[in-house]
């Protein structure tokens, strides 16, 4: 395997800043996809760049395995965030740099890097395939059908891929879905999540003046809107992290002893917590260990609080609105409109009088649970167990995919999550990094899932 012919073209792929939150980039999202597309021609797919409502979908076909072979869907996204703080990134965050065996750039490992791993297996088993090279050079055989859906918009709550696949049904068909954009526990001992938590995005806005005034003057007369804010914010949970919205946790999955004694087999603990997040200490709901909060218990966070004076100096005012952005993570049964519906009644149930309240979706997604005993998820193990050395260990992912549940609740397959990052990899953070050991690992574990199939 030429492994440094694939890093020298997934260079390429992450010098493009294809940040989908910001209209400036549009032109980026764009050449990423088309760099994508121009890729798979080359491989011998046929390949296209459809559009959305958003940013396109890149879909790419090779169906010479014939009709009596399975097909495989993979799945990956091709935009990523936004690189801020950009004064805590040591090199370019769209200039890759390789050191200490780690390239470092903005989506190497969510999700340029895991996605290309896909991309590479498919030339190496073109390149091995016994037929000739003409035939190779027009996109060989396979031994399955492959299936490519590559969004721009994951990083943005996946905002049109849920009517796409709805739309697109016909040419989405597939036997199972592979999805690369998770991680390893170790670089020996690989993961597999069978599930994932939904998303319920919001952003709340309280108003209570027509304009800023004199703190001065007019405080201790009238409402300040921050103040507001972090009143309903105290509301939401007690002090044991339990979260306080009537009715919040009425749907969520009660696990039975045989899945939470494999849960625990995880070897998860607050010491990996502490040391991957530079956290003082852990806090969660007291009745549930590390790896069943982190998997199968539904959260709510401030993702993010503003309004009012915040530069050099000081300013005396009050403000006349603040605002927060505020997400819940939910499990299986849970439904993301229903949450919706439960945060929006409880914040108007306790707002004062006097007080405009403006309570905003962003974005939703489902959780989802797989069928691990299937032939599929059979076939990702023994390729992890040959390349890596070890059995996958199964998890409750905490992170949300929605493309995964769309997949899932519209074409009725499964996805198996075969990621090959790490836990430190720094997704979203400065200094997101992916290993070469790793890529180079994820490589082969796809070559040998898509043989064993």
């Known amino acids: 395997m030429n492994t440094n012919s694939y890093l020298k073209e997934l260079f390429d792929f992450l010098s493009i800043p294809s940040i989908s939150a910001q209209s400036s980039h549009k032109k980026d999202i764009n050449s990423a996809a088309v760099w994508l597309q121009k890729k798979f021609t080359r491989l011998g ?7 959305t409502e958003g940013h396109p979908v890149v879909y790419a076909e090779n169906l010479k395995a014939g009709n009596k072979k399975a097909t495989v869907l993979i799945y990956g996204h091709y935009d990523v965030q936004s690189p801020d703080p950009l004064d805590q990134w040591i090199t370019d965050p769209f200039k890759p740099e390789i050191r200490s065996g780690n390239i470092y750039a903005r989506g190497v490992a969510d999700d340029k890097g895991q996605l290309y791993t896909w991309i590479a297996a498919i030339e190496e ?3 091995n395939t016994s037929v000739s ?22 990083e943005i709550g996946s905002k049109n891929l849920d009517e796409f696949i709805e739309r697109n049904r016909a040419i989405l068909s597939a036997n199972v879905c592979a999805l690369s954009d998770t991680h390893c526990l170790t670089e020996s001992q690989p993961l ?11 952003q709340v806005k309280v108003k209570t003046l027509g304009r800023d005034v004199h703190s001065g003057i007019y405080g201790g007369n009238v409402l300040n809107p921050i103040n507001i804010v972090a009143n309903l914010i105290a509301k939401l949970k007690d002090d044991d992290q339990n979260i306080l919205i009537p009715g919040f946790y009425d749907s969520v999955r009660v696990l039975n002893k045989e899945e939470r004694v494999q849960l625990n087999k995880v070897p998860f603990t607050d010491k990996e917590i502490i040391k991957e997040t530079g956290a003082e200490v852990v806090a969660g709901e007291k009745d549930f260990s590390v790896n069943e909060r982190a998997g199968t218990r539904p959260t709510l966070d401030v993702n993010g609080i ?20 505020i997400s819940m993570r939910i499990v299986p049964n ?19 009088n006097g007080v405009e309240l403006t309570i905003e979706l962003l974005s939703t997604a489902e959780s989802v649970l797989f069928e691990t005993k299937s032939k599929y998820f059979k ?15 199964y998890e409750l992912s905490g992170g949300t995919i929605g493309a995964a549940a769309a997949i ?4 009725g397959i499964d996805c198996v999550l075969m990621g090959y990052g790490l836990p430190d990899d720094g997704l979203h953070s400065p200094n997101e990094k992916l290993s070469i050991f790793m890529f180079e690992k994820g490589i082969k574990t796809n070559i040998e899932f898509l043989k064993n199939i």
């Open 45 to 51: 797919f046929d390949s296209e760049v459809l559009p």
């Open 125 to 127: 088993l073109l390149k």
């Open 133 to 154: 090279r003409e035939v190779h050079s027009q996109g060989g055989i396979l031994p399955v059908n492959v299936k490519f859906i590559i969004e721009g918009e994951e």
């Open 192 to 202: 597999i999540d069978y599930g994932l938590r939904g998303i319920v995005y919001t």
């Open 306 to 325: 503003w309004g009012g004076y915040t530069n050099e100096g000081p300013k005396t005012i009050i403000p006349s609105s603040a605002h927060a952005k």
């Open 334 to 352: 849970q439904k993301a409109d229903n949450v919706y519906v439960q945060f929006e009644n409880y914040l108007q149930s306790i707002v004062p």
């Open 379 to 393: 076939a990702a193990e023994k390729a992890y167990e040959k390349v890596f050395g070890n059995k996958p260990i």
């Open 408 to 411: 899932k609740n519209t074409l």
